[in-house]
């Protein structure tokens, strides 16, 4: 069956037609990075069905061009003799069968829909405090917010599995998402949030307070 979903190069064919005349924020400057990431030759094995085992020996099989969205996978696959990359499972530590199927999701579901996202506003111009260089995080696609919609726990083995198989683009958002869950939150409601012991002595944990007061006026 035909789709009409389009490439990555079409995607930012779109974009430079649309807004040439409009500064990027560095919200799609980022983005666009991202997207010329994907974009590569097309080669003859990515059709090709490869064969992952997790840590827990749990197997899957997905076309290499989606597990070559890992490069960690990419390089593995590269390293290794394509008859033995066919005959054989390639084993992926430290990741465990059900984190592994959610990287696999991520892969897939960004390799059939690389679709742009809404042009963010242009900021206004910063005051003196906020020329910091910041990343945005309220730049999460629906999809991405529903996939991460996941238990606290999941979410970090998440992160840890995307930073672990360096997949820049699920590890980029799900930093984000944990960032969101952090925002116009006190230090104390973000220990108990993520279960994190108090070590500071109250002289310390009020220097620290008068330091970081201009994030809670932010947020």
Not at 78 to 90: G, K, M, R, S, W
Not at 126 to 143: L, M, N, S, Y
Request: net charge negative.
């Amino acid at each position: 069956m035909a789709t009409d979903t389009p490439s990555h190069e079409e995607v930012l064919k779109q974009i430079e037609e649309e807004y040439a005349n409009i500064p990027k924020p560095k919200a799609w400057i980022e983005w666009e990075e991202q997207q010329k990431a994907l974009i590569r030759k097309p080669k003859e094995t990515d059709n090709m069905i490869v064969k992952l085992k997790s840590s827990d020996d749990k197997t899957f099989e997905v076309k290499r061009i989606i597990a070559e969205m890992s490069k960690t996978i990419e390089d593995m696959l590269n390293d290794i003799p394509l008859e033995e990359v066919q005959a054989n499972f390639i084993p992926i530590p430290n990741v465990t069968g059900a984190i592994l199927e959610k990287v696999l999701e991520y892969c897939k579901y960004h390799h059939e829909n690389p679709t742009k996202p809404d042009m963010p506003p242009l900021p206004p111009i910063p005051t003196f405090e906020e020329k910091r260089e910041e990343k945005r995080t309220d730049d999460i696609c629906q999809w991405d917010m529903d996939f991460l919609s996941v238990p606290q726990d999941t979410l970090f083995e998440i992160i840890l599995a995307a930073n672990f198989l360096d997949n820049k683009a699920l590890l980029e958002v799900s930093c984000k998402t944990v960032a969101n869950m952090m925002k116009g939150k006190s230090i104390p409601d973000i220990r108990k949030m993520f279960n994190i012991k108090n070590d500071y002595t109250p002289e310390e944990e009020e220097e620290e307070r008068r330091n970081n007061e201009w994030i809670e006026e932010r947020s």
